[in-house]
T-cell receptor
Framework: GAVVSQHPSRVICKSGTSVKIECRSL??????MFWYRQFPKQSLMLMATSNEGSKATYEQGVEKDKFLINHASLTLSTLTVTSAHPEDSSFYICSASPHASNQPQHFGDGTRLSIL | AQSVTQLDSQVPVFEEAPVELRCNYSSSVSVYLFWYVQYPNQGLQLLLKYLSGSTLVKGINGFEAEFNKSQTSFHLRKPSVHISDTAEYFCAVSDTGGFKTIFGAGTRLFVKA
């Protein structure tokens, strides 16, 4: 079945550091990928839609300059948390689906980001 | 726009008892419906999905769900739960373009021995 790989699985870094998270579709091409954020004991909140070859579409309230998204190829999207602060600590999950209208999203295993 | 409401934040149940996790949705267009399970510190695993056809959908691990269009519900059921079913369960909806997926707040299923 379709596999989405997310890397790294865990990051611990100092405040002010920029952190890049990768999301790869391993056995299919994805023109669209999604980035979610999940706080402890809460649901997944959609942050942005990553579009291959064009700008990402951000949900209301998500800072574009804070969360930089690049979707340079049909199998890779990256999320960069710029100048991270403790309040950015969260679980970040990406998803993608083969380009067919009735395919559900396949999710990566998530990245646990901890900013000290 | 779509939205999803999971009516119970926590559901405690004894092992081998039946369980139902409730989910209601709202949408002005046709939708696809999903249930996902999340174990601690892990990503999401698809339990089952409703795209079209039979309103009773069977998934993995003995779970099933029934799509009720008139009540805009998609409740998840299992006739006999196991300790290993303890996890967070998310109901989700997307439009029939199948892209953006909106999640409910989640229901914590806690199975007691």
């Amino acid at each position: 079945g379709a596999v989405v790989s997310q890397h790294p699985s865990r990051v611990i870094c100092k405040s002010g550091t920029s952190v890049k998270i990768e999301c790869r579709s391993l056995d299919f091409q994805a023109t669209t990928m999604f980035w979610y954020r999940q706080f402890p004991k809460q649901s997944l909140m959609l942050m942005a839609t990553s579009n291959e070859g064009s700008k990402a579409t951000y949900e209301q309230g998500v800072e574009k300059d804070k969360f930089l998204i690049n979707h340079a190829s049909l199998t890779l999207s990256t999320l960069t948390v710029t100048s991270a602060h403790p309040e950015d600590s969260s679980f970040y999950i990406c998803s993608a689906s083969p380009h067919a209208s009735n395919q559900p999203q396949h999710f990566g295993d998530g990245t646990r980001l901890s900013i000290l | 726009a779509q939205s999803v409401t999971q009516l119970d934040s926590q559901v405690p149940v004894f092992e081998e008892a039946p369980v139902e996790l409730r989910c209601n949705y709202s949408s002005s267009v046709s939708v696809y419906l999903f249930w996902y399970v999340q174990y601690p510190n892990q990503g999401l695993q698809l339990l089952l999905k409703y795209l079209s056809g039979s309103t009773l959908v069977k998934g993995i691990n003995g779970f099933e769900a029934e799509f009720n269009k008139s009540q805009t519900s998609f409740h998840l059921r299992k006739p006999s739960v196991h300790i290993s079913d303890t996890a967070e369960y998310f109901c989700a909806v997307s439009d029939t373009g199948g892209f953006k997926t909106i999640f409910g707040a989640g229901t914590r299923l806690f199975v007691k021995a």
